[in-house]
């Protein structure tokens, strides 16, 4: 009889959900476990639950057999692997290159969830996540197939190095797009409020950190 694979879909494009889809990427390796991996379509939950005995996701849900976890003070990526890491260490199928990939990418699991949950408290942080953007790294792994590879070779040190070269280039780009932002109404006719927004489709790659500066400014200027 032919093994059915098991199927891991991940939030697409993103940091913390891709690392996240790294950590089972590695028990199954660990375990010979045939396996797909593809970014979750719209939807998705919904529409394949009632065909499957459970699932598993990190954000609320309204299908009874999706178990959710739901940690504001944590990311996807860490608790992914703080639990596909303690099932290898439980199973004795899981072999030493995969626990030693486990325990060498911690690291950089932590720099992750710094920059996705907004703590920004680890040393070189800010340089850390522009240098992951800065790598361009495709994370639809039906477009690349080397993507864990990839990912797997990360050091957080040289991507804080890398990142450090262009940190100054985006802040400047930041500042810029903040000069050129203008009020706007919410609501329409209802006018629940005002807020900052900025055309800056040319810097996309920078959409959260300038989000976060518009809310900055729209404080100070107290819309």
Request: hydrophobic content about 35%.
């Amino acid at each position: 009889m032919v093994e059915k694979k098991k199927a891991v879909l991940y939030h697409y494009p993103c940091h913390d959900c891709v690392f996240a889809a790294l950590t089972p990427h590695l028990y199954f390796s660990a375990n010979s476990i045939p396996s797909l991996f593809f970014p979750r379509p719209p939807g998705f939950v919904q529409q394949v639950s009632p065909n499957v005995d459970n699932s598993f996701g990190d954000v609320s849900s309204t299908c009874k057999n999706v178990a959710k976890v739901l940690d504001i003070g944590r990311s996807c990526a860490t608790i992914a692997f703080d639990y596909f890491t303690q099932k290898l260490m439980e199973e004795s199928g899981g072999n030493y290159r995969e626990r030693n990939d486990f325990k060498r990418m911690r690291r950089v699991f932590e720099y992750i969830e710094d920059a996705d949950i907004w703590k920004w408290e680890l040393p070189g942080s800010k340089a850390f996540n522009s240098g992951i953007v800065d790598l361009g790294i495709e994370y639809d792994l039906n477009q690349n197939q080397t993507l864990f590879q990839k990912l797997l070779s990360l050091d957080h040190e040289s991507v804080i190095n890398r990142g450090r070269e262009s940190l100054s280039r985006k802040h400047k780009l930041i500042q810029e797009a903040l000069e050129q932002s203008y009020e706007i109404v919410l609501g329409g006719d209802e006018e629940f409020g005002w807020c900052l927004a900025v055309n800056a489709d040319e810097n996309a790659e920078l959409r959260s950190e300038l989000g976060n500066q518009l809310a900055e400014k729209r404080k100070r200027m107290r819309l």
